[in-house]
Nanobody, 125 residues
Framework: QAQLVESGGGSVQAGGSLRLSCAAS????????MGWYRQVPGKERELVAL???????NYGDSAKGRFAISRDSNKNIVYLQMNSLKPEDTAVYYC???????????????????WGQGTQVTVSS
């Protein structure tokens, strides 16, 4: 199973920028898409951005127009460029991978999620 490690979180003033990184290791061939989610205490985890193997991207409403997701040429590292940060962006940001495993002696597949440990982003007013 692949593993994900996030980095790049920190504290920034409103209007500033941060760039998060997520490095995938292990069985990365199983990954179909990678993305970023965020979560604050008492709320459900929220989609921020997603990128598929073919480069197609999707963004949550909170990220549209401000954030950008990208990947390296090997598709083992994804980045989240966050601009025009607001205090409401404060959260733990988690890297996510949508993976596919072979089952039934390779004749069937099963999809599952992989999660990183999270990185804290704090935006002050």
């Amino acid at each position: 199973q692949a593993q994900l490690v996030e980095s790049g979180g920190g504290s920034v003033q409103a209007g500033g920028s941060l760039r998060l990184s997520c490095a995938a290791s292990g069985s990365t061939g199983s990954i179909r898409a990678m993305g970023w989610y965020r979560q604050v205490p008492g709320k459900e985890r929220e989609l921020v951005a997603l990128i598929s193997r073919d480069g197609t991207t999707n963004y949550g409403d909170s990220a549209k127009g401000r954030f950008a997701i990208s990947r390296d040429s090997n598709k083992n590292i994804v980045y989240l460029q966050m601009n025009s940060l607001k205090p409401e962006d404060t959260a733990v940001y988690y890297c996510n991978a949508e993976a596919r495993a072979l089952t039934g002696w390779g004749k069937q597949t099963r999809d599952y999620d992989i999660w990183g440990q999270g990185t804290q982003v704090t935006v002050s007013s």
